[in-house]
């Protein structure tokens, strides 16, 4: 079992940034996929982010890709999401999630995710 908690999120204006932190408990965090997800008001869940077990391969939704940043350090079991220059359009609840068949590139295998952050960005 993974336990899986975020923090970070807040209400900040366009073109600044935030970095959210999602801290897992379990000794396999080290060995899985992580990933950020977001929802929006009236809109579906959709993958923003992931990163291997390493660290070493990184994927990104084409929305975010060259402002937002994840990384992972498996001393600390904490995975991150630096996202600069945020939008309006970036506004939404933000879930980590994770699982032993979770794919870093992609939305499969997802079964254990944190309560989620919110992220407001004013215009």
Known sequence: QVQLVESGGGLV????SLRLSCAASGRTFSSY???????????????VAGINWSGGSTYYTDSVKGRFTISRNNAKNTVYLQMNSL??????????ATGPTA????TRGYNYWGQGTQVTVSS
């Open 103 to 106: 794919v870093a590139a992609g």
């Open 13 to 16: 204006q366009a073109g600044d």
């Open 33 to 47: 996929a992580m990933g950020w997800f977001r929802q929006a008001p009236g809109k579906e869940r959709e993958f």
């Open 87 to 96: 939008k309006p359009e970036d506004t939404a609840v933000y879930y980590c």
